[in-house]
């Protein structure tokens, strides 16, 4: 991972996220990752250091660019002992990518940026640039470094080129470590949880588990996937009835999504305070549209009235932020386009807008549905965005709930 | 940085980058940053080797919480050479927290779980802990390691009073390198960037420029804040008039929203493919309630329909992709909801859903104002999340680009 711009934190390092997930998801142990400044004697310290802590693999990305500010290669190239060569297929299809975009650049500009970008490690083999950045695989002696571009889309769509190359399926094959359990779980605050796991007999057997909060579940890691991992998650379900909501990994979006399909039921949402979170966060996933028909952002009262007809006499009996405005909004959303079950949210992320008797962090939730509507009340702390990204993941559970019975 | 959550890609190291983001716009240069597994070697290991290299602060985080598993702070205080001691200004803010909250541990669980958070190494600064986990500020001879929890949230928070302490105050107001400027630019592209930068002049003037390509936009960086650094700005804007749309490092919604707030006018979406993403981005910012006032989200055609008042033969006609369903959405959005402007989009985010004469990332954006309505049409690549990005930034730009004239 090298750049300035991810060092400094202006771009987050989602690459390296993302790589760590989808090889650990294949049973490969990640051992590090590093963001290093994008100067060549950086990155070259940064390889060689991982190379010497004996790994077979070292993901490199970004510094692929036409700049001489983009050090990457030659820093790989250095480390390993190889030349830079020109690579003639890499060179064709960049000129083959740049032809095809209209740039003010002139023809010499974009040629020497062709074949800046062209150079790879003697004997490395060139990916197919999604832009006009090749990756590369590069084979230093029984290790491998794999080099992509930085970009996060460029980077993941070369990172499934990387992994279908030989050398490099065949280390992932052979790693062979499978992949763990993955249990989510709502309602259950981290330390019952410790308690609940604090049995010298899991330890005794074996088990690598690990319990990571978010923002209004927990997510459980359990290594192996085996008998007395999965022993551990039937205990698990004895202490905390009903509490793990998914346990094959699918996030809670995926969980209700699909209960809902099974029913044949549909969606729609209202949302204040959160403005569009909860829809945006539904729609991530494709096929969505089979049962989520979209909403209402009532960020205004008059929204509220308007499109969601709340009554003037609860928004000005009981204010925006309450248990009676969330029931009308989702009794309107769900009355007017025509949908199975309807989710609301109102409340006060703040920083500003609180007071004594409605502080920030008082959120109301309601899910209605053709047997009536229930409200729920939520008291949450932290800065403005931690106020909306629990209130919709806790907004989501209780809709979980009320669906699933 | 520490914690195996974070380096299987599950949780994505925010802490970090945020805290990278605040040093260096207090111009402190930050000289890496790495994630590492959660056993004390492995933290020592990275804690050393960060001093070694000299710097004057170090910032761990994760790995404070009750349990064995959690290391750092017995990692820190190996390295530092101290024994670790009870705090006691700590244990009596950790019983104090554990008090107010309903938890089914046992009493003698808490109260190890308390003692054991309440450890730091000997003649450390303890933090007042957002949540039950105290970071500490602890002095490594002439070097500082800052210890923090690993929760985003808590992790910001502790950060704040870190920074507030005599040691790392000293430290940053030190650094005195000042920020940098940044410039964001709308309609140009990289490599016509580059041509434009590649001008020895810049070079030889000591001018350190860095380009990162966003979504939609570029952010380019400039260092230092000075004269010539401010020439280069006014070049940029000889070669590429109204490009640059924020001089202050401001986010494209908060130049919008302050060119609303400032005009007196306010806001509507309607929302397709995005489900709901525009409205939850200009809510991220307080304040907001000042000009935006809400939408729809209309996922379904129904609800086009309904909501938005979509002429079914449009929808028939032209399809839900085209431009004029933009420009009804749009048209509908601003006169149901009496707002100055309203801004619709509907595409194909895949990744199903696309045709040959409609592929997936086809989009259309609509502007409604007082003067009549903008379409445009965009066609995106990548994924489904890179699309729906994408159209939500170019969205903004074409209301950026009409509400500034």
């Known amino acids: 991972m090298t750049g300035t711009e991810v060092l400094e934190g202006r771009v987050r390092d989602e690459n390296g996220a993302a790589i760590a997930a989808d090889l650990t998801s294949h049973g490969v142990r990640v051992v590090g990752t590093a963001v290093v400044d994008d100067t060549q004697a950086s990155i070259e310290a940064a390889v060689s250091a991982a ?59 974009r040629e020497a940026a062709a074949r800046k970008q062209a150079l790879v490690p003697r004997g490395a083999l060139s990916l197919p640039p999604p832009g006009t950045a090749p990756g590369a695989v590069v084979a230093v002696g029984d290790q491998t470094v794999v080099v992509l571009p930085g970009p996060p889309w460029e980077c993941m769509a070369s990172w499934v080129h990387a992994v279908q190359t030989d050398r490099v399926r065949a280390l992932i094959e052979g790693a062979g470590g499978g992949a763990p359990i993955v249990l989510r779980i709502a309602g259950v605050i981290e330390p019952e949880f410790i308690e609940a796991l604090d049995d010298p007999m899991w330890h005794a057997q074996g088990l690598e588990v690990g319990v990571c909060a978010k923002p209004g579940e927990l997510e459980l890691t359990i290594r192996p996937d085996d008998a007395v991992g999965r022993s551990l998650e039937a205990h698990l379900d004895l202490v905390f009835p009903g509490a793990i909501f998914s346990r094959d990994g699918a996030l809670l979006e995926q969980v209700l999504g699909a209960a809902l399909v099974a029913q044949g039921q549909t969606l729609v949402t209202a949302e204040s305070c959160t403005g569009g979170m909860i829809g945006a966060r539904l729609t991530t996933m494709p096929g969505a549209s089979a049962w989520y028909l979209g909403g209402v952002v009532s960020y205004d009262d008059a929204v509220k009235r308007e499109l969601l007809g709340v009554p003037g006499h609860v928004l000005r009996d009981h204010g925006a932020v309450s248990a009676e405005t969330a029931s009308a909004m989702a009794e309107g959303a769900r009355d007017r386009l025509g949908a199975t079950w309807a989710l609301s949210i109102t409340g006060i992320a703040g920083p500003g807008g609180g007071t004594p008797q409605k502080p920030v962090g008082l959120v109301y939730v309601g899910v209605a549905g053709a047997l009536g509507t229930t409200t729920r009340e939520l008291r949450l702390h932290g800065d403005r965005e931690r106020i909306r990204l629990r209130a919709c993941t806790m907004a989501l559970h209780l809709l979980r709930e009320v669906v699933t019975g």
Do not use: F, N, Q, Y
């Open 51 to 109: 190379l010497a802590g004996d790994v077979a693999l070292v993901v490199v990305t970004g510094g692929l660019g036409p700049t001489h500010d983009d050090r990457t290669m030659a820093a790989v190239a250095a480390v390993a002992g190889l030349p830079l060569d020109e690579h003639p297929v890499a060179l064709a299809r960049i000129r083959d990518t740049m032809s095809s975009v209209r740039l003010r650049a002139s023809d010499a500009t």
